[in-house]
């Protein structure tokens, strides 16, 4: 259960940070904002949690993964 706050901690983090990208538009922006969704995926990766919360702990990380896709969007887009 002490990883319950950091958690919801990474969660929090990880939806200001998609706002952040859905509103960026310059390369340099997208880089910083990567490098902040590495900190979160290293930190989501380090947590352990009891089973009952496994499903939230994969939901977290799925959602990384999607964010991290919409991020890779965007930079391509960036680019052209």
């Known amino acids: 259960r002490k990883n319950e706050p950091k958690m919801r901690r990474l969660y ?12 960026t538009e310059e390369r340099e922006d997208l880089a910083r904002h990567a490098e902040t969704l590495d900190r979160i995926e290293n930190a989501a990766r380090r947590i352990t949690v009891p089973a009952n919360f496994y499903g939230e702990l994969f939901t977290l990380r799925e959602h990384i993964t999607l964010v991290r896709r919409e991020l890779e969007k965007k930079a391509g887009d960036a680019q052209e």
Do not use: C, F, Q
């Not at 929090?12 to 509103?23: F, Y």
């Open 12 to 23: 929090s983090e990880l939806k200001l940070l998609e706002i952040g990208i859905a509103r």
